[in-house]
């Protein structure tokens, strides 16, 4: 087996999380994909994953596949460029969940559309689940733990969390200094009708904790967070994206506790059989998993 595949083999593995799922993207048996990582194992005489339930890289694997990414980025760019000369064109059918399709995908698209000026998208803004395979979808935008046995789970990146209020209602409040101060807070709530909802944290000195918030609003998507949030109701937290631009940077928003790290959301890309994934279909999962990982509000 020629050292491109068992790169290629590598880094399907750690991004999709298992053996299995590698293998049917990659459209090989398992023992193949087996045979490639442990003879990659052999030749640098380390162990690159750890075996089980849910397969993570070791921190030999961790650095092995930032180079491995490297390098089947590069070919896949040689590719690209035959691709690119036989002018792909057709539609590519999209779901994404609404905030992220409306603050940045939809403006994304113009990008796209310019490098590819023969391929239209078909775009699915949607919180609700939409199976693929039902809606003959091409490609999901997923934030949070995959779901579908039968689609293959790319992991993007993971989704930075920030806590936000509008200045406007810390001109009555004062800004709080500790988590625990939020419980003194009025704090916007998504998806729970209750008013409490718990947010995850990572200390300065790397302690994991939690606090539980109040408020009497709450909301069901994230769109509606942010103009609550803009409208001075409280504080929210959500992905940096949500208020990624003008609001933060106007200083109309006001990050808070910015030395805390939010536990994040996990970004995948599913998409059915690799094996039989159009090259327009191909471009458009490459152009939006390298876009993704640059923004700064994405932990690669």
């Not at 087996?34 to 890289?57: C, D, Q, W, Y």
């Not at 078909?122 to 579908?148: K, T, Y």
């Not at 506790?257 to 970004?267: A, D, G, I, V």
Request: glycine share 8%.
């Amino acid at each position: 087996m020629d050292r491109l595949k068992s790169l290629q083999t590598l880094t399907m593995v750690i991004e999709t999380g298992g053996f299995s799922k590698a293998a049917r993207a990659l459209g090989v048996g398992q023992p193949a994909v087996s045979k490639a990582i442990g003879m990659l194992e052999r030749e640098f005489g380390v162990k690159l994953v750890n075996r089980g339930t849910h397969i993570s890289p070791t921190e030999d694997g961790a650095r092995v596949y930032e180079e491995a990414r490297k390098v089947v980025d590069a070919y896949g760019g040689l590719q690209e460029v035959t691709v690119r000369r036989s002018t792909p064109r057709g539609r590519v059918r999209v779901t994404c969940p609404n905030a992220l399709g409306t603050l940045y995908l939809i403006p994304k698209l113009k990008e796209f559309l310019r490098l590819y000026p023969e391929v239209t998208v078909e775009l699915r803004v949607s919180d609700a689940f939409v199976d693929l395979n039902e809606n003959d979808i091409d490609v999901a935008i997923r934030v949070g733990e995959p779901r579908g046995d039968r689609l293959i789970a790319k992991k993007v990146c993971d989704l930075k969390r920030v806590a936000v209020g509008a200045a406007s209602y810390f001109q009555d409040h004062a800004a709080p200094q500790k988590p625990q101060d939020l419980q003194n807070h009025a704090c916007v709530i998504v998806g729970r009708t209750h008013g409490t909802d718990e947010w995850p944290y990572v200390t300065p000195g790397g302690a994991r904790s939690s606090i539980e918030v109040y408020g009497r609003i709450v909301v069901d998507n994230y769109l509606a967070l942010r103009t609550a949030v803009e409208a001075g109701l409280g504080i929210g937290l959500a992905a940096g994206f949500i208020y990624d631009g003008e609001g933060l940077d106007s200083g109309r928003l006001v990050r808070v506790l910015p030395e805390y790290e939010f536990r994040p959301f996990p970004l995948h890309l599913m998409f059915r059989d690799a094996r039989l994934i159009p090259a327009r279909v191909r471009l458009f999962i490459d152009f939006l998993y390298a876009d993704l990982r640059r923004q700064p509000w994405a932990m690669a």
